[in-house]
């Protein structure tokens, strides 16, 4: 209910640990004013993502909608072709700059990245993926969908241990199994009665789930970049932006202390809030020119702290 509603679901299918996920093979689908096409593997690429190829770059962008890149470009369901090509997410911008400057290396930067998942779900999705992918780089974002407010919290609703994912994986390849449960759950239940809503992710656990991606990175043999979760103004909604901040800096004092490169975009924090709106497409997602920036500031560190060594990394304007 978080991510789409019945009619906008399309582009989404279920995902025994982490719930939901893209659905593979998407070919320019509109979901939410967003064209999305996914490979075999669901990840938002027009190339196939396995075993790293013998000497290719590649960068993970590990993240939500803000990474998957929400409404970038924009498209207009009735103009499902009316779109400009070079409005791109960060991570395809920094292919495309990372190609141009390095033109006989293979260089992959891909989001690994779903509308609607907190760091509970990108560290439980790394977890699973990273030694098949075998990353140079992962850079990581997570933010709003921690502090958004619900029932439970995500380590409740999304039990990553091995019990309840072979349940859910029950459920979703048999169907007298799914009818079953069904109708168990229609039975009713004991009366929870009325619940006080909580972050889905607290803010202990969302500094906590960024120590563990960095460590299994490095654990992994790649470098990180932490980026503070993109927020347009603190007066639209006051409470969250106050979560948003307080998150955002437990983290950055977090990377701080464990030496890991963090970015954190003024222009794109509630600290520039009233001036900013030129860089957003409402209040949680930058727009296509919020992306650019994005690309431009990783491509900046990248450069100031050598992360990834000898590759050419050129200035890139917004």
Not at 113 to 126: D, E, H, I, K, M
Request: overall charge neutral; glycine content about 6%.
């Amino acid at each position: 209910m978080q991510v789409a509603n019945p009619q906008q679901s399309g582009i989404f299918e279920g995902d025994p640990l982490l719930l939901w996920r893209l659905k593979p093979n998407l070919d320019h689908a509109i979901w939410d004013f967003t064209v999305v096409s996914t490979n075999a593997q669901s990840f938002r690429a027009d190339y196939p993502i396995g075993a790293k190829p013998p000497g290719a770059l590649r960068i993970v962008c590990l993240g939500d909608s803000v990474t998957f890149g929400y409404r970038v470009p924009a498209v207009w369901p009735d103009k499902p072709n009316d779109y400009d090509r070079d409005w791109l997410p960060f991570p395809m911008l920094l292919e495309k700059e990372l190609r141009k400057a390095n033109p006989n290396r293979h260089i992959e930067v891909f989001p690994m990245a779903v509308p609607g998942y907190t760091s509970y779900q990108g560290l439980a999705w790394l977890r699973r993926d990273i030694a098949l992918l075998q990353p140079d780089m992962v850079i990581a974002s997570f933010g709003w969908n921690d502090v958004s407010m619900s029932d439970l919290p995500d380590r409740e609703t999304i039990d990553t241990r091995w019990f309840p994912v072979a349940g859910r994986w029950l459920i979703d390849h048999s169907q007298a199994f799914a009818y079953a449960t069904r109708w168990y759950r229609s039975r009713g239940g004991p009366t929870q009665g009325v619940r006080t809503p909580v972050p889905r992710v607290s803010e202990t656990e969302y500094v906590e789930n960024f120590k563990s991606i960095v460590q299994l990175a490095r654990d992994h043999g790649a470098s990180v970049i932490v980026i503070g979760a993109p927020y347009r103004d603190s007066k639209t909604n006051p409470p969250e932006a106050q979560l948003m901040t307080r998150y955002r800096t437990a983290l950055k004092s977090a990377t701080q202390q464990s030496q890991t490169p963090y970015l954190e975009i003024l222009e794109l924090t509630e600290a520039a809030g009233g001036v900013n709106e030129g860089w957003f497409g409402e209040l949680i997602h930058p727009n296509h020119m919020g992306h650019r920036l994005m690309a431009s500031e990783l491509l900046k560190l990248m450069s100031q702290r050598r992360l990834l060594g000898d590759l050419q990394i050129r200035e890139f304007i917004p």
